[in-house]
């Protein structure tokens, strides 16, 4: 029997986690084209996120297009890691807001949003401060989980009252849901 390193072994088995992650929630599909702008369509304060009306919202400055609410304010439900594939699997079976490429977004993708100037409105429970544009809907969770696995039995993701990424683990519900993005093909501008 070979005997490999502890470190190569724990880099395989995330390499491994995130292809059971891809064959669950499916290959991206290919860019889809943008919708044009909802007449009428909202814009933040500071015209960085355009609201198109259907549940989603682009950011102007990145190019993603995320879904206006997380997981919990849409199902009622906190997610452990693992559930938010199944739940990245629905949205793209279902083709929210016309689109089959909803993913789970890393860390990096989750810090964009964190803007310490702006806050949207508190925990549901009211614990935390919740730091993103209130362009998207209120009272969500404050800490969203990321694609990243963090060695074979946590994962990362990021809390909104800091702005800081989180390690836990994979089997905690505990305040935790996610929000989908995927890439949009063209930015919108205001």
């Given amino acids: 029997m070979i005997s490999l390193p502890t470190k190569i072994i ?8 995130l ?13 889809q084209p943008e919708k044009e702008a ?18 989603t919202v682009t950011d102007t400055k990145t190019g993603l297009m995320w879904l206006k609410q997380d997981s919990f304010q849409r199902t009622g439900n ?3 890691w693992l ?7 629905e949205l793209n079976e ?15 993708d989750l810090q964009t949003l964190f803007e310490k100037g702006k ?23 404050g800490a969203w989980w990321s694609l990243e696995p963090n060695g074979h039995f946590n994962a990362f993701g990021v809390e909104f009252n800091n702005g800081n990424r989180f390690s836990a683990p994979k089997k905690s519900k505990a ?16």
Avoid at 38 to 55: F, I
Avoid at 83 to 89: P, S
Avoid at 175 to 190: C, E, F
Wanted: aromatic fraction near 10%; charged fraction near 20%.
């Fill in 10 to 17: 724990r880099d395989w088995t995330a390499v491994l986690l």
């Fill in 19 to 31: 292809a059971g992650a891809v064959l669950l929630c499916g290959f991206p599909a290919a860019a």
């Fill in 38 to 55: 909802t007449p009428g369509g909202s814009w933040s304060q500071d015209k960085r996120y355009q609201d198109h009306g259907d549940g």
């Fill in 78 to 80: 906190w997610l452990d």
């Fill in 83 to 89: 559930e938010a594939f199944t739940y990245i699997k």
């Fill in 94 to 108: 279902d083709g929210f807001a016309g689109y089959s490429d909803w993913q789970l977004p890393m860390v990096n």
């Fill in 119 to 141: 806050t949207n409105s508190r925990q549901v429970g009211h614990e935390m401060v919740i730091h993103i544009d209130p362009i998207f809907d209120k009272e969500g969770s």
């Fill in 175 to 190: 305040r935790k849901a996610i929000r989908a993005m995927r890439v949009a093909t063209s930015p919108a501008h205001p």
